[in-house]
């Protein structure tokens, strides 16, 4: 379990940093997403996880593909 929680944090701080690079506030993500800010900020801090379609979703709203996220 040790080991996810570590992906966990990887991939929400790469959501994070993503969101900051393009200037978009987590009240903003979370609106376009239609969720409230504290499921962005449990997502960014690794205590939520994400399935694939919402990961997908959250990126599209980033501009960003699933693939550009983990390969680039």
């Known amino acids: 379990m040790k080991g996810v929680v570590f992906i966990l944090l990887d991939i929400g701080k790469m959501i994070k940093d993503l969101r900051m690079n393009k ?3 987590q ?3 979370a609106e376009m997403l239609g ?3 504290a499921s962005i900020a449990n ?3 690794g205590r939520r996880t994400l ?3 919402k990961l997908e979703e959250l990126l599209k709203c980033l501009d960003t593909t699933i693939t ?3 390969f680039k």
Request: glycine content about 6%.
């Open 35 to 37: 969720i409230n800010k």
């Open 27 to 29: 009240e903003k993500l």
């Open 68 to 70: 550009d996220f983990f």
């Open 51 to 53: 399935t694939i379609d």
């Open 23 to 25: 200037g978009i506030s």
């Open 43 to 45: 997502y960014e801090t």
